[in-house]
């Protein structure tokens, strides 16, 4: 008898402690997945988070070797060049150098800050739409995740220089001489200055359609990086009959487009943020 208890009594131990965490699923965090989207960057990190400086060379499908970079003035003339290095987290998260004047040093911990305590609303979303072209355009690259990483990083440092950060006291275009995809040397150079120059002429058409989110490592020690996000704006519309504003919203459900209407009610049209 005694036996059958016990037996009895684990049997409902082991039932409440499933319906326990049945009803209350363990929050696990997730490995970054090695994507190349700069928007699965910005969630794999959290304001608060320390993280520490890395290089991505030979893992999660990046080069092993530097590219050479060229700073090219307005003009055309050189004005520098240097070896430039993959910057990402020990998880292969990759992060863009903020800050093209500064040296990075590998394990070196840095704090991850809203990005606009750094940047502009303009600025940062100027750049998560240059990067979004880019990351739709990979294709121009062959699929290679370390040109897209460069070309992506040479649109971070253009935009910054139009912002004023003034890293060589003019504007710069920027260029490598050792893209996968391209003949190298000044091929190379031209191929990255014009594609570029595409990304931001496309990321200023666009700006009004998106706002751009940022997320800033700072070590403290002048080497700050970031990652962005950029997100489609609703769209605004006015129902004639009542003057009534809303937010309309595609959903797709069960491979049916579901038009979603939002805020309906007499409170005129939506403000602009």
């Not at 962005?228 to 769209?235: D, G, I, L, M, T």
């Amino acid at each position: 008898m005694k036996q059958c208890v016990k037996h009895l009594a684990a049997a409902v131990l082991v039932f409440v402690l499933l319906a326990v965490f049945a009803g209350s699923p363990a929050v696990v965090s997730a490995a970054f997945s090695g994507s190349y989207k700069t928007e699965d960057a910005y969630e794999a990190l959290a304001v608060g988070d320390s993280i520490e400086f890395d290089y991505l060379h030979g893992t999660g499908g990046y080069a092993e070797e530097r590219q050479v970079v060229w700073a090219v003035r307005e003009d055309g003339t050189l004005a520098q060049t240097w070896y430039e290095r993959i910057l990402g987290s020990s998880e292969g998260i990759p992060y863009f150098c903020i800050e093209q004047n500064a040296a990075y040093v590998a394990e070196r911990t840095a704090v991850v800050y809203d990005g606009l305590d750094y940047m502009s609303q303009e600025e940062i979303t100027r750049i998560a739409l240059a990067l979004k072209y880019l990351e739709d355009h990979i294709e121009e690259v062959n699929g290679s995740k370390t040109d897209l990483y460069y070309l992506q990083q040479f649109a971070v440092w253009k935009i910054r220089d139009e912002a004023g950060y003034d890293a060589y006291g003019e504007p710069m275009n920027y260029g490598s001489a050792g893209l996968e995809s391209q003949e190298s040397g000044e091929a190379s150079v031209e191929f990255s200055i014009e594609i570029v120059g595409r990304a931001i002429a496309w990321a200023d058409e666009n700006s009004g359609r998106y706002t751009g989110y940022c997320k800033v490592l700072d070590s403290g020690m002048f080497q700050r990086c970031a990652v962005f996000k950029a997100v489609e704006n609703p769209v605004s519309f006015v129902i004639p009959e009542t003057g009534s504003a809303g937010t309309i919203g595609l959903l797709a459900a069960g491979g049916i487009l579901i038009l979603a209407a939002a805020g309906i009610g007499n409170t005129g049209r939506r403000k602009e943020k």
